[in-house]
């Protein structure tokens, strides 16, 4: 077995085990409720924000009693907060060391692949890009999916938390009504905000780090007016209700301009896209052709200015489909 054989099988084993887990996280999410209870903890914790760590550091040595050995291997690991948040948004259960090492071995199983099939090895460094970046794609996809899910259930979660309060309940009592009645992916959030604040957290520290776990606009409009009601008082259900009907209006608003701008966004897609699929397509069919490119100076140069160009016009259409709201 040569070395080129012996790294793709590794690629290709570390790839199978990373599927393996996932079916597994996928199993004990109905079987073993409590454990994946504990695992969501854990992982909220690594991809919150700066307030409170220490006191959360305490819960953290306590619940990895109750895990595994490898899962208290990946949780010693140094963490990735920002791919830690992602992946809590998008549903996924797995830690980032794990989501890194699968990301890497299907990078490494494009790249040996293009080794042994293309007809130059250079060209095996663009599958090995592609698979490589294709998780974090679909997971940046998924995460899209997930915020604009959040900032569509959170209108609701307001009006909730308003009658709530006009029912005589505390603002926490609310919050606890929300992670009840909720659905993912907001019901999640509501529950580690609260998770936080009875570890011993401060209402204001828990609701920061909930805006730093979310970026919505529409939630840290939420936590500022909530945070300065509490200080300065005031009828902070009526204050609800206006931030919910703000936020009805601008994603109504939003989905208008949207359609508005789809036409633009899909030229973008089809111009950006349709070089790259010639490329490839005469990359396989006619070698010898679009091989001119980078052997000819003359050819180097202009595919030089062709990779600028596409940036730029990205940037622009970009910019011009793109609307502050």
Not at 3 to 32: D, G, I, Q
Not at 181 to 192: N, R, T, V, W, Y
Not at 291 to 302: K, Q
């Amino acid at each position: 077995m040569d070395l080129l054989t012996f790294f793709l099988l590794l690629s290709v084993f570390l790839f199978t085990a990373t599927l393996v887990e996932l079916a597994w996280l996928a199993w004990s999410r109905s079987h073993l409720k409590e454990r994946y209870a504990i695992k969501r903890r854990l992982l909220f914790i690594s991809a919150g924000g700066r307030h409170g760590v220490e006191k959360l550091a305490l819960y953290k040595n306590r619940a990895l009693n109750d895990v595994s050995s490898l899962e208290k291997f990946a949780y010693s690991l140094p963490r990735v907060q920002k791919l830690d948040r992602m992946l809590l948004r998008s549903g996924l259960a797995i830690n980032a060391s794990s989501f890194l090492l699968a990301s890497l071995a299907l990078g490494g199983i494009g790249f040996l692949l293009g080794i042994r099939l293309l007809p130059h090895w250079t060209a095996a460094v663009g599958p090995g890009l592609v698979l490589l970046c294709l998780p974090i794609v679909w997971l940046k996809g998924r995460e899209r999916q997930a915020l604009a899910k959040f900032d569509d259930q959170l209108p609701e979660a307001l009006d909730l938390l308003a009658r709530s309060l006009r029912s005589g309940h505390a603002m926490s009592a609310g919050m606890e009504v929300i992670s009840q009645e909720m659905e993912e992916p907001l019901k999640s959030e509501f529950i580690a905000a609260m998770d936080e604040i009875n570890l011993g957290l401060s209402f204001r520290e828990a609701l920061e780090n909930m805006c730093e776990r979310v970026p919505s606009r529409d939630l840290r409009f939420f936590a500022v007016a909530t945070l300065i009601q509490r200080d300065t008082g005031g009828n902070i259900a009526e204050i609800l209700d206006q931030i919910s009907t703000l936020t009805r209006e601008r994603a109504k608003f939003k989905r208008h301009v949207n359609g508005l701008t789809a036409e633009g966004r899909l030229s973008g897609v089809i111009l950006i896209g349709l070089p790259i699929t010639l490329f490839i397509y005469f990359y396989f069919a006619n070698y010898e052709y679009i091989s001119l490119l980078w052997n000819d100076p003359i050819g180097y140069a202009l595919t030089v200015f062709c990779i600028i160009s596409m940036i730029l016009g990205t940037i622009v259409i970009k910019n011009i489909v793109r609307i502050e709201i």
